[in-house]
């Protein structure tokens, strides 16, 4: 039978996609569903049609999974952030934990039984909501020409009106309305991506989960805003419901969750200039208008009482969920077995939270990042924390490795690697196998480069030990791993 655009099929979904649609067969033509869940029969309209595959959408629901759940955002439909949130968390965790083995079956060329024999359970969280601390909201209009705050659509640039994202603080609500108030008030314009016209583009807002620290940063199409000061006391003046809830903890009357709220409060109030026509969100200029330049925050690891101070510049990678990123660091720190006397490279370092944690294990420590604010934080981080044996470098992995290698005869007996989507570089990769560390620790936000740079690691002289998942990302089909990779001795 020959499908074509808008006809109406009925499907059973069998499989999750990369992306989180639900995947079917209608007479052997495979469809890719959106917003079907695993387990469901629906009638789906077809979106698009190829010659052996189709894209489709879901028109109703005829008998629904049994890993159905009632979403709790009304607009997970339409908003790009959260792509499974229909799909009950312990199947979610399921689903990722597959795409890891897929990848490393499929794209890494490994063999079931070399994946079964390594790999462990994911980590899941206790409690899958609220637990980003980081969001950046774009800032802009509605059909009426009303000011608003939201989130992107699915695929596009439209943005849906919605300050209370179930994934961040509920404090970011209060946060946004007030600059939007502030906004009106003093006629300031929001940007139009269209026309590259207007000043408010977005809006950054990060958190420090263990101290309370909130920084703001508006991200501008311009030099200046308008009457800043008018910004300024609204945000400092802001009551946060963690304030509040001060009161509410010493009558017993607050939650768990709602005790980690206990004493927000912004310390920096800043801006990023960004005149440029790109989909990139910061700009390189940051002036801070109010406070600090920079928040803090400390991170702990399972299973010790110690902390480690961070400070958090706007420009800077900090880890988004810092409750599975102390569970990340532990499995990472496990993998590296370091006995105190190891030299240690951390490549895509950021602020140097992995480096300073193997540091306090190790005999040296060097980390490697391309963003200079980073570097910068990651040397205050190291002083502040006390940490004398590690050095920070910075620039390209792919750049700065083999400069240490052959400059420097740099050896190292571990080596971190935890680079963004795209993966390692080749030459870095070279140069990792070409230094011959015992054991090599890859944390990974994307299964499908994390298999294609651990082929590269193990045609190297390399095998994989260990490979576990950890749920950095509810509710989004995004997916974390850390994979401890040891010398073959032939
Ligand atoms: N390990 C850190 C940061 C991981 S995110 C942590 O756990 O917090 C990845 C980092 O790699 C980012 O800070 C990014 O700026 C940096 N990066 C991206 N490309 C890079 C490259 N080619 N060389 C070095 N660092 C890079």
């Given at each position: 039978?020959?499908?074509?655009?808008?006809?109406?099929?009925?499907?059973?979904?069998?499989?999750?996609?990369?992306?989180?649609?639900?995947?079917?067969?209608?007479?052997?033509?495979?469809?890719?569903?959106?917003?079907?869940?695993?387990?469901?029969?629906?009638?789906?309209?077809?979106?698009?049609?190829?010659?052996?595959?189709?894209?489709?959408?879901?028109?109703?629901?005829?008998?629904?999974?049994?890993?159905?759940?009632?979403?709790?955002?009304?607009?997970?439909?339409?908003?790009?952030?959260?792509?499974?949130?229909?799909?009950?968390?312990?199947?979610?965790?399921?689903?990722?934990?597959?795409?890891?083995?897929?990848?490393?079956?499929?794209?890494?060329?490994?063999?079931?039984?070399?994946?079964?024999?390594?790999?462990?359970?994911?980590?899941?969280?206790?409690?899958p909501w609220h637990y980003r601390n980081k969001a950046q909201f774009?800032?802009?209009?509605?059909?009426?020409?009303?000011?608003?705050?939201?989130?992107?659509?699915?695929?596009?640039?439209?943005?849906?009106?919605?300050?209370?994202?179930?994934?961040?603080?509920?404090?970011?609500?209060?946060?946004?309305?007030?600059?939007?108030?502030?906004?009106?008030?003093?006629?300031?314009?929001?940007?139009?991506?269209?026309?590259?016209?207007?000043?408010v583009r977005h809006v950054l807002i990060r958190t420090g989960f263990?101290?309370?620290?909130?920084?703001?940063?508006?991200?501008?199409?311009?030099?200046?805003?308008?009457?800043?000061?008018?910004?300024?006391?609204?945000?400092?003046?802001?009551?946060?419901?963690?304030?509040?809830?001060?009161?509410?903890?010493?009558?017993?009357?607050?939650?768990?969750?709602?005790?980690?709220?206990?004493?927000?409060?912004?310390?920096?109030?800043?801006?990023?200039?960004?005149?440029?026509?790109?989909?990139?969100?910061?700009?390189?200029?940051?002036?801070?208008?109010?406070?600090?330049?920079?928040?803090?925050?400390?991170?702990?690891?399972?299973?010790?009482?110690?902390?480690i101070t961070f400070s958090v510049s706007p420009l800077s990678f900090?880890?988004?969920?810092?409750?599975?990123?102390?569970?990340?660091?532990?499995?990472?720190?496990?993998?590296?077995?370091?006995?105190?006397?190891?030299?240690?490279?951390?490549?895509?370092?950021?602020?140097?939270?992995?480096?300073?944690?193997?540091?306090?294990?190790?005999?040296?420590?060097?980390?490697?990042?391309?963003?200079?604010?980073?570097?910068?934080?990651?040397?205050?981080?190291?002083?502040?924390?006390?940490?004398?044996?590690?050095?920070?470098?910075?620039?390209?992995?792919?750049?700065?490795?083999?400069?240490?290698?052959?400059?420097?005869?740099?050896?190292?007996?571990?080596?971190?690697?935890?680079?963004?989507?795209?993966?390692?570089?080749?030459?870095?990769?070279?140069?990792?196998?070409?230094?011959?560390?015992?054991?090599?620790?890859?944390?990974?936000?994307?299964?499908?480069?994390?298999?294609?740079?651990?082929?590269?690691?193990?045609?190297?002289?390399?095998?994989?030990?260990?490979?576990?998942?950890?749920?950095?990302?509810?509710?989004?089909?995004?997916?974390?791993?850390?994979?401890?990779?040891?010398?073959?001795?032939?």
């Amino acid at each position: 039978m020959e499908y074509k655009k808008n006809d109406v099929v009925t499907v059973n979904i069998e499989d999750i996609g990369n992306n989180g649609e639900g995947i079917g067969r209608a007479d052997g033509y495979t469809l890719f569903v959106k917003d079907a869940v695993i387990g469901d029969t629906v009638e789906a309209r077809i979106t698009k049609c190829k010659k052996n595959y189709g894209y489709a959408r879901v028109e109703k629901v005829v008998t629904p999974s049994p890993f159905r759940v009632t979403p709790k955002c009304i607009f997970h439909r339409q908003c790009g952030g959260c792509q499974i949130q229909a799909v009950q968390y312990e199947r979610q965790l399921i689903y990722k934990q597959d795409k890891v083995r897929e990848n490393l079956l499929r794209i890494g060329g490994f063999t079931p039984e070399q994946i079964d024999a390594v790999m462990e359970p994911i980590v899941g969280m206790e409690e899958p909501w609220h637990y980003r601390n980081k969001a950046q909201f774009p800032i802009g209009y509605d059909r009426d020409g009303n000011l608003i705050a939201g989130f992107y659509a699915g695929r596009t640039h439209d943005i849906i009106a919605n300050t209370d994202c179930m994934l961040g603080p509920s404090e970011n609500r209060d946060i946004l309305e007030a600059v939007l108030s502030y906004m009106r008030e003093n006629g300031v314009s929001a940007y139009r991506e269209a026309t590259g016209e207007g000043l408010v583009r977005h809006v950054l807002i990060r958190t420090g989960f263990s101290s309370g620290e909130i920084m703001v940063c508006l991200v501008i199409n311009g030099k200046r805003l308008p009457a800043e000061e008018r910004l300024v006391e609204k945000l400092s003046g802001l009551r946060l419901v963690g304030g509040d809830l001060g009161e509410a903890l010493s009558n017993g009357a607050a939650s768990t969750a709602e005790k980690e709220d206990a004493g927000k409060r912004i310390v920096s109030i800043a801006v990023s200039v960004n005149r440029e026509k790109t989909n990139v969100i910061m700009g390189n200029e940051i002036r801070t208008l109010w406070g600090r330049d920079r928040i803090e925050d400390s991170l702990g690891v399972l299973g010790s009482t110690e902390r480690i101070t961070f400070s958090v510049s706007p420009l800077s990678f900090y880890q988004v969920n810092p409750g599975q990123t102390e569970k990340l660091y532990h499995l990472a720190l496990e993998y590296a077995e370091l006995t105190g006397k190891e030299t240690v490279c951390d490549l895509y370092c950021g602020i140097g939270t992995i480096s300073l944690f193997m540091a306090k294990r190790a005999g040296k420590v060097y980390g490697v990042e391309v963003v200079p604010q980073a570097i910068e934080d990651a040397g205050e981080n190291a002083r502040r924390n006390q940490i004398t044996n590690a050095e920070f470098y910075v620039g390209k992995a792919e750049e700065v490795l083999p400069k240490l290698y052959e400059r420097e005869g740099l050896r190292p007996d571990v080596i971190v690697v935890d680079p963004p989507r795209k993966g390692c570089d080749e030459k870095c990769l070279d140069t990792m196998i070409a230094m011959q560390p015992e054991r090599i620790v890859y944390v990974s936000c994307d299964p499908a480069t994390l298999a294609r740079d651990l082929k590269i690691l193990c045609q190297g002289g390399y095998e994989i030990r260990r490979v576990r998942a950890v749920d950095q990302f509810g509710h989004t089909c995004h997916t974390e791993c850390v994979v401890g990779i040891q010398r073959k001795h032939i």
